[in-house]
């Protein structure tokens, strides 16, 4: 089993950017696949990025596809969010969660999830 805890939240302005980390531990971190998903007020928890278990592929929702970008430095055992160009429409509680599998496939693959951070942008 894997423990995951994130952080990096915070309040930002509109066009602002922010970095989220997950420290993993507990499991070895190299051996699967990371996601980062997000559930705003009144919403269910959507999917917002994935990278496979050695970085070499990453996967993006639509609607942060050129401002966010997902990462993972397996020596560190963490995983990080970089979000650019912030908009109102991120504010979320954001997630990160651990796959089953090494590589990507599906969000019902990820069952290891963290407590959450809240962003909130304002415009």
């Known amino acids: 089993q894997v423990q995951l805890v994130e952080s990096g939240g915070g309040l930002v302005q509109a066009g602002g950017s922010l970095r989220l980390s997950c420290a993993a531990s507990g499991r070895t971190f190299s051996s699967y696949a990371m996601g980062w998903f997000r559930q705003a007020p009144g919403k269910e928890r959507a999917f917002v990025a994935a990278?496979?278990?050695?970085?070499?592929?990453?996967y993006y929702a639509d609607s942060v596809k050129g401002r966010f970008t997902i990462s993972r430095d397996n020596v560190k055992n963490t995983l990080y969010l970089q979000m650019n160009n912030l908009k109102p429409e991120d504010t979320a509680v954001y997630y990160c969660?651990?796959?089953?599998?090494?590589?990507?496939?599906?969000?019902?693959?990820?069952?290891?999830w963290g407590q959450g951070t809240q962003v909130t942008v304002s415009s």
């Open positions: 990278i496979s278990w050695g970085g070499g592929n990453a």
């Open positions: 969660a651990a796959s089953d599998y090494e590589t990507y496939r599906r969000n019902t693959d990820f069952r290891s």
